[in-house]
């Protein structure tokens, strides 16, 4: 007897769980039509389409931070993988910067800008990589990269 009174009142809870849901989520805010709020609504990117790079950012002040560097790198090496290769530039560029003491980033540094057709910077670059370490890997592919240009 007490299973067909708990079957009406377990159905009635389990149909009224999505409208309690709905009724605790945050309301809305108000659309506003300004380009920087539109800017702001759009869903987040996916790794197949990369964010374009934003010219106009406002200057970072850099202090020796080797995991901000490292973190840097790695979103350096995704645009690189997507042969987006001024984002990879850009963001191995501020890896130096976060550690100018870090010889792969120089090293990732000139193969974008080689890719970019900068072969100036790019030997510059790998000037670096053999100054910064001269006997590392990273220095002999800086070399072997450097011939190429």
Known sequence: MTRRLWIPVLLGVSA????????HQQPTAKHDSTPAASAQAQ??????????????????????????????????????????YKGAANRFLEATKWNPGWAEAYLRLGEAQAKL?????????????????????????????????
């Open 43 to 84: 869903q987040p990117p996916d790794e197949d389409n990369p964010p374009e790079e934003d010219e106009e950012q406002k200057p970072e002040q850099y202090t020796f931070n080797p995991l901000k560097a490292k973190q840097v790198l790695e979103i350096g090496m995704f645009y690189l993988h997507k042969s987006e």
């Open 117 to 149: 057709g900068r072969t100036e910077d790019a030997k510059k670059s790998f000037a670096k990589v053999i100054d910064l370490a001269p006997k590392s890997k990273e220095a002999r592919e800086a070399e072997k990269r450097n011939r190429k240009l």
């Open 16 to 23: 009224s769980l999505p409208l309690l849901a709905q009724s």
